[in-house]
């Protein structure tokens, strides 16, 4: 089992900037991609970014320019630089990742979620 503990979500003026963190557990060889989804209310969950172990990122159209996507493979930790934003930039984000097992299974985890609010 992978553990994803997602951190630093809040409150934040439509233009200022945030940065949510995923720590990742668990008994495993390692994680593949990770990456940040977003649901907002009465939408469907949709990808904000990946990354790759190796560091080849993917972003949503939406979110292109202003979020920056990193990772920290010594620590299992992925994070979500989250610049210039916009009240529609309002979700709960959820970290996701690949974990492969020693037995060279894998299996794809989320984390709990973390309430971002940008203010208008």
């Known amino acids: 089992q992978v553990q994803l503990v997602e951190s630093g979500g809040g409150l934040v003026q439509a233009g200022g900037s945030l940065r949510v963190s995923c720590a990742a557990s668990?008994?495993?060889?390692?994680?593949?991609?990770m990456g940040w989804y977003r649901q907002a209310p009465g939408k469907q969950r949709e990808l904000v970014a990946t990354i790759t172990r190796g560091g080849s990122t993917n972003y949503a159209d939406s979110v292109k320019g202003r979020f920056t996507i990193s990772r920290d493979n010594a620590k299992n930790t992925v994070y979500l630089q989250m610049n210039s934003l916009k009240p529609e930039d309002t979700a709960v984000y959820y970290c996701n990742a690949e974990g492969v097992y020693y037995s060279g299974t894998s299996n794809y985890y989320w984390g709990q979620g973390t309430q971002v609010t940008v203010s208008s």
């Open positions: 668990g008994n495993i060889f390692r994680l593949n991609v």
